[in-house]
T-cell receptor, first 117, second 113 residues
Framework: GAVVSQHPSRVICKSGTSVKIECRSLDFQATTMFWYRQFPKQSLMLMAT?????????EQGVEKDKFLINHASLTLSTLTVTSAHPEDSSFYICSAPGLLSSSYEQYFGPGTRLTVT | AQSVTQLDSQVPVFEEAPVELRCNYS??????LFWYVQYPNQGLQLLLK??????LVKGINGFEAEFNKSQTSFHLRKPSVHISDTAEYFCAVSEGGNEKLTFGTGTRLTIIP
């Protein structure tokens, strides 16, 4: 099946700094990717939809200036957490839809654990 | 807006015993339903999905789920579990034609040898 990778898998940063998380579709092209955030013992919450060649679409309550999304190519989307604070510590997961739109299947990356100290 | 409820946060089951993981949803329109599994240190993997047609859906690794519209449920079942089934299971829903997924809080399945 299709593979989605994320880098880094874990990152620790100091409060006030920015950190970039990469999401790559390894063997297929993705014009759309999704970014989720998962708190401990909670469900995945959709943050935004990343669109290749255009602006990302953010869900209600998600600060677009804080969580910058860039979908620079058909295989890469990046999420940059700017001026990170401890409350931004979380597990961030990306996904990309499969090749067949009729299958409604999404392929998920392994996630990135962000810890802000 | 749709929502998904997984009432059981943890389910311990003896090896080779049957298991049912519960999922209920709410939505004002027709939905597509999914079960994903997350093994330790791995990404989510699709177990099975219901889009239309037969309400009994069979997935990978011997799992199946039944869509019950009147009860707005999509419970996941397996007749005999194995140690390798230890994982976190997520139920998800998307409103027909929309790629966005709404997830439940997940159920951690622990298999007891």
């Amino acid at each position: 099946g299709a593979v989605v990778s994320q880098h880094p898998s874990r990152v620790i940063c100091k409060s006030g700094t920015s950190v970039k998380i990469e999401c790559r579709s390894l063997d297929f092209q993705a014009t759309t990717m999704f970014w989720y955030r998962q708190f401990p013992k909670q469900s995945l919450m959709l943050m935004a939809t990343s669109n290749e060649g255009s602006k990302a679409t953010y869900e209600q309550g998600v600060e677009k200036d804080k969580f910058l999304i860039n979908h620079a190519s058909l295989t890469l989307s990046t999420l940059t957490v700017t001026s990170a604070h401890p409350e931004d510590s979380s597990f961030y997961i990306c996904s990309a839809p499969g090749l067949l739109s009729s299958s409604y299947e999404q392929y998920f990356g392994p996630g990135t654990r962000l810890t802000v100290t | 807006a749709q929502s998904v409820t997984q009432l059981d946060s943890q389910v311990p089951v003896f090896e080779e015993a049957p298991v049912e993981l519960r999922c209920n949803y709410s939505s004002s329109v027709s939905v597509y339903l999914f079960w994903y599994v997350q093994y330790p240190n791995q990404g989510l993997q699709l177990l099975l999905k219901y889009l239309s047609g037969s309400t009994l859906v069979k997935g990978i690794n011997g799992f199946e789920a039944e869509f019950n519209k009147s009860q707005t449920s999509f419970h996941l079942r397996k007749p005999s579990v194995h140690i390798s089934d230890t994982a976190e299971y997520f139920c998800a829903v998307s409103e027909g034609g929309n790629e966005k997924l709404t997830f439940g809080t997940g159920t951690r399945l622990t298999i007891i040898p």
